[in-house]
Every structure is written in structure tokens, then in C-alpha cells.
């Protein structure tokens, strides 16, 4: 599994959401200082609740940049999900992992001491020129936000 670094340029994507295709260039372009692309494991589970909740009261479209987040839950998961948690940013579906490989978020974790494959807990912060600004693995769930707030929004 590639990991992305600070200066990589961002994998392009399209993902199916709720409200129909987003892509990373789509995002890129509405954006004023980039795109956050965030990878969580299943919608609507404690941790990954927190970490949407806490992007939405960031109100990082405010400070100049769009939000997406992306899991392999169907559309169907995602739109309940952000019905629910009343979510102001797209919920993208990477079912066959083609995005999460991309970016390093698909492989091998600890899961309760045990080692089993699934997504990695990430987030990415793009810079307008599609390049990496911020590439944050294994990251927990719980004050995560907060983290990358105070390093963007400086």
C-alpha cells in the first residue's frame, strides 16, 4: 500500500454520492484553499458519527475549503447517514476500495489486538494545484477535527 506525502499530486477521483457524481477537480474548482478528503470506515458507528459531526461544526466551507467524505457504504447508508447527523458536505461510496487504494487508506490495521483488513482512518488536505497538503493516517476519531483545523486554518 502507497502512502501519499506532503507535495504528491492528489489521485482524481469520481464517486457516486447521495446527490449524484462529485469529483476531486469538481471539488478543486469550487474551492477557495482546497479540498478535505476524509476516509472513514462505516457510517452512522460511534467514530465515525464524531468525525462527520465534527467537519460539519468546523463550517470549513466558511474558511475557503469543501469537505467530502468517503467510505465503502452504499448511497443508501450515506443518505441516511447525512439525513441523520444533517451533514452540509458530500458522502462519497467507494465500494470496490478504488479510491481508498488510491490514497493509501485500504490495507492491513489493528482492529482489537487483531490484524484485519479494512479502511484506515484518514484524512487529506489538497491544495488548489491538486497537490497534498496534509496526509494524516491512522488518525482516531475523537479530537481529530480539531487537529486539522489548527493546522489549516492558520
Same mark, same amino acid.
Given at each position: 500500500m502507497a502512502r501519499l @506525502?506532503?507535495?504528491? %499530486? $492528489? =489521485?482524481?477521483?469520481?464517486? @457516486?454520492? =447521495?446527490?449524484? =457524481?462529485?469529483? !476531486?477537480?469538481? !471539488?478543486l474548482a469550487k474551492a477557495e484553499k482546497g479540498v478535505i478528503v476524509y476516509f472513514y470506515p462505516k457510517a452512522m458507528t460511534p467514530g465515525c458519527t464524531t468525525e462527520a459531526c465534527?467537519? &460539519?461544526? $468546523? &463550517? !470549513? #466551507?466558511? $474558511? #475557503?475549503y469543501e469537505v467530502i467524505g468517503i467510505s465503502p457504504d452504499p448511497i443508501s447508508k450515506l443518505q441516511s447517514f447525512a439525513d441523520a447527523e444533517l451533514l452540509d458536505f458530500p458522502l462519497g461510496s467507494d465500494p470496490d476500495h478504488e479510491i481508498l487504494e488510491a490514497y493509501g487508506a485500504w490495507g492491513e490495521? %489493528?482492529?482489537?489486538?487483531?490484524?484485519v483488513v479494512g479502511v484506515i482512518r484518514s484524512t487529506f488536505v489538497v491544495n488548489p494545484d491538486g497537490t497534498i497538503a @496534509? *496526509?494524516?493516517?491512522?488518525? %482516531? *476519531?475523537?479530537?481529530?477535527? $480539531?487537529r486539522v483545523t489548527k493546522n489549516i486554518l492558520v
Open positions: @506525502e506532503v507535495g504528491d %499530486k $492528489a =489521485p482524481d477521483f469520481t464517486t @457516486e454520492t =447521495p446527490n449524484g =457524481p462529485v469529483s !476531486l477537480s469538481d !471539488l465534527d467537519f &460539519r461544526d $468546523a &463550517r !470549513l #466551507g466558511d $474558511a #475557503g490495521k %489493528k482492529n482489537y489486538g487483531r490484524t @496534509e *496526509a494524516m493516517y491512522n488518525v %482516531k *476519531a475523537t479530537g481529530h477535527v $480539531a
